[in-house]
């Protein structure tokens, strides 16, 4: 029942995120500095671990690739399929869950310990709005973010390739270029948007109706963490079974 509960009062947050919007002078700015923090923050970590991720996963690939039968191509065709179907719009958003989530999730719990949120409804303010719908907005960004994690994990890829002997730049790209299909991409960017829909509402969820002090905080984190990253999975497995099964 407790978990019932919490679905419902999720699905009414997002409800209430909609209802009575700031005037769009304070909106805006809010909006780019939540851009600020939650796309452009991040793109220093996502750039780093998908370039070493793709080289590790075209190393590992071209590792068990060692019958003379199987032709070098594979390894970049590998590589792709890893790196758009999977890597970068599951295993990025699980670690986007973490950094994004918590910075949410902290920031706004602190303004519920604070009283910061009380104040803004004293005033009138949705806070929800306020708070929660410039968050909403900023992540819709979410699958740029992506599509670079993308591109650096198929070039670390081919680094990784080209300069540990596994294969030849012209096999890697042939590879790259094998049996594509456009529709993966379109599959990896619908997760990507949906995944982006979690990342802004589920941290937001905890740390809005979070109860307690500065130490409830740090528990309503790693709680949004975790939340966030069984409903980017279970979500994953839906959408690849409706969508590629």
């Known amino acids: 029942m407790t978990y019932l509960k919490n679905i419902g009062a999720y699905f009414l947050m997002i409800a209430e995120m909609f209802r009575k919007p700031t005037k769009w002078g304070v909106m805006k700015q809010l909006v780019l500095k939540d851009i600020d923090d939650l796309i452009i923050g991040s793109l220093g970590i996502v750039s780093f671990i998908a370039f070493f991720v793709g080289g ?3 190393i590992q690939t071209a590792l068990n690739i060692d019958s003379p039968l199987i032709p070098k191509y594979l390894v970049g065709f590998a590589t792709r ?9 599951t295993f990025i958003s699980i ?5 994004v989530g918590s910075f949410i999730t902290s920031s706004i719990g602190t303004m519920r310990v604070t009283e910061q949120i009380d104040a803004l409804e004293v005033m009138g303010i949705n806070a929800l709005n306020y708070l929660v719908f410039p968050k909403f907005i ?10 670079i994690a993308m591109f650096l994990g198929i070039l670390g890829g081919m680094a990784a390739c080209v300069y ?13 270029q094998t049996d594509f299909e456009t529709f993966h991409i379109t599959y990896a960017f619908i997760k990507t948007f949906i995944f982006a829909i979690v990342l802004a509402t589920i ?5 809005f109706y979070m109860k307690g002090g500065a130490l409830e905080v740090g528990k309503a984190s790693t709680t949004s963490f975790v939340w966030t990253s069984v409903v980017i999975i279970l979500l994953n497995y839906l959408l690849t079974d409706m969508m590629l099964g």
């Open 164 to 176: 540990g002997g596994y294969s030849s730049l012209a096999d890697y790209i042939t590879g790259i």
């Open 138 to 147: 900023a992540l819709l960004l979410y699958p740029f973010v992506i599509s």
């Open 81 to 89: 399929q890893s790196v758009i179907l999977e890597f970068a719009p």
């Open 95 to 99: 670690i986007m869950a973490g950094k």
């Open 203 to 207: 941290p937001s969820y905890y740390g």
């Open 56 to 58: 590790v996963v075209t």
